[in-house]
């Protein structure tokens, strides 16, 4: 077997230890803004608009602005664009390692950047052959319907939350839903949230927008990628510190402080709760409490690679191993019709998986899917990559998600500070949450509200 020693998680990014050196130095840097505005080419230390990280909100806020004839300067601290849009081809085989479905179609951005660029869009139908397996067994019709009918029931239960009804966590929700309901809620909530039901605020959840679903076969980290060429981002730059002053704001970072009129954080929630970029004057209490009921979910990808040796399963199949350890893992087979089967977990079974490291979290996977499709596929099996957002320092998880009792977070961190330091990303963009078309919608609000003068 071949573990490739590097995970996704990895690429273009400073070492923990690393980091916080960084951190150190451009923290001192503070103290002496003259000195290290001198790291910064002629003309290059100042701008408009300063953007903390080049994801989806990063790369929409900055094509918005450069549109409006706005100097910006995007800092990002990896080696790449995209955030977590990320296409992995270290396998020779490409595969989104995080973000990978163009939600709700109708309102999306990205669809009209595909077509723009010329990449193929596919309308996918869902799971559509969902096989459920425990100990190796298929379970049978008459698991799947039943699994089936409390998905079903827990529909009406979140309308009525949603029309004010106090906000649970799913998992309350789940036990009225008889004997079948929290385990069918825990395995969808962890298999699609990313979390624990009992951590999803159930409101939250009933606000997310509904719609049609497409996928990019390049990679929608591909797509993400093409966006951001052009624009005035700064590599392996990450800012440290904010100071914001009564007319402008005062970035540190690595190359020096960056002076600009107004910024925009993009960066995911995990990051701001870990205080990784200092704010002075600090933030008000709104802001503070809004990231602390925020929490961010593991989905947890491992892309296992195969000889061309199929098992004699069809594309589009999917098998669902649901005494996987911790809660259940999918395996999506054969996406594009290619030689790769992508094995999907989350919440905390998604961090216990990287908790092992990329050998032992590609093992565990390989060992769950031969259970099923026999143990033919560990002799067919070519090489395997881990993608853990969770045990990313630059993530700390895969997406946000909305504590129970604090529905109201995303509203809360949306609403600028001092009218000149703005947080936005998937984590405020209210029904589109969780999503890099959520993400982008956010960045091109706040860039149009800077641009307009209101804040």
């Not at 916080?20 to 923290?27: K, S, T």
Request: contains cysteine; aromatic residues 8%.
């Amino acid at each position: 077997m071949a573990f490739p020693l590097r995970g996704p998680y990895l690429i273009g990014m400073p070492f923990p230890e690393t980091r916080r050196r960084m951190i150190a130095l451009a923290a001192a840097a503070v103290l002496s803004p003259a000195v290290l505005r001198r790291a910064f080419a002629a003309g290059e230390g100042e701008a408009d608009v300063a953007i903390i990280g080049a994801g989806g909100a990063g790369i929409a806020a900055a094509r918005t602005l450069v549109e409006a004839g706005k100097r910006v300067v995007v800092l990002e601290a990896r080696g790449r664009p995209g955030g977590r849009a990320f296409t992995d081809s270290s396998l020779g085989i490409p595969f989104d390692a995080g973000a990978a479905f163009i939600h709700f179609a109708e309102r999306n951005p990205w669809i009209g950047l595909a077509e723009h660029y010329g990449l193929e869009l596919l309308h996918w139908n869902g799971w559509t052959h969902f096989r459920p397996h425990a100990g190796g067994r298929f379970l049978g019709q008459g698991y799947i319907d039943r699994r089936l009918r409390a998905r079903k029931a827990l529909w009406p239960l979140l309308e009525k939350i949603e029309s004010g009804g106090p906000d649970t966590s799913l998992a309350q929700l789940a036990a009225s839903l008889g004997e079948d309901g929290p385990t069918a809620i825990r395995d969808m909530a962890m298999l699609s949230i990313g979390e624990n039901p009992e951590r999803i605020s159930a409101r939250d959840y009933a606000s997310l927008w509904d719609g049609s679903d497409k996928v990019v076969p390049a990679g929608y980290g591909t797509l993400v990628a093409m966006a951001a060429e052009g624009l005035p981002i700064r590599y392996g730059c990450p800012a440290t510190a904010v100071h914001a002053e009564a007319d402008h704001v005062e970035i540190a970072t690595p190359l020096g402080v960056l002076k600009a009129g107004s910024v925009i954080v993009t960066v995911p929630v995990g990051v701001l709760a870990d205080e990784v970029i200092r704010f002075t004057p600090g933030l008000p209490l709104e802001t503070v409490h809004a990231i602390e009921g925020i929490g961010m979910g593991a989905l947890t990808k491992v892309a296992l690679r195969f000889d061309g040796e199929r098992f004699g399963i069809a594309q589009g199949d999917d098998f669902v191993v649901v005494d996987f350890a911790g809660g259940a893992m999918t395996f999506e087979m054969w996406p594009f019709d290619r030689d790769i089967v992508i094995g999907t977990t989350g919440g905390d079974a998604g961090r216990a998986l990287g908790d092992m490291g990329e050998a032992g979290a590609i093992t565990a996977a390989l060992e769950a899917f031969a259970e099923v499709v026999g143990e033919e596929a560990k002799r067919r099996f070519v090489s395997g990559r881990l993608s853990d957002w969770w045990h990313d320092p630059l993530s700390q998880g895969s997406y946000s998600v909305v504590r129970p009792g604090r529905a109201g977070a995303r509203v809360a961190l949306a609403r600028p500070v001092a009218g000149r330091v703005w947080f936005c990303g998937e984590a405020t963009a209210g029904g589109g949450a969780m999503t890099v078309g959520g993400a982008s919608l956010e960045g091109r609000r706040v860039a149009k509200a800077i641009i307009a003068g209101t804040h």
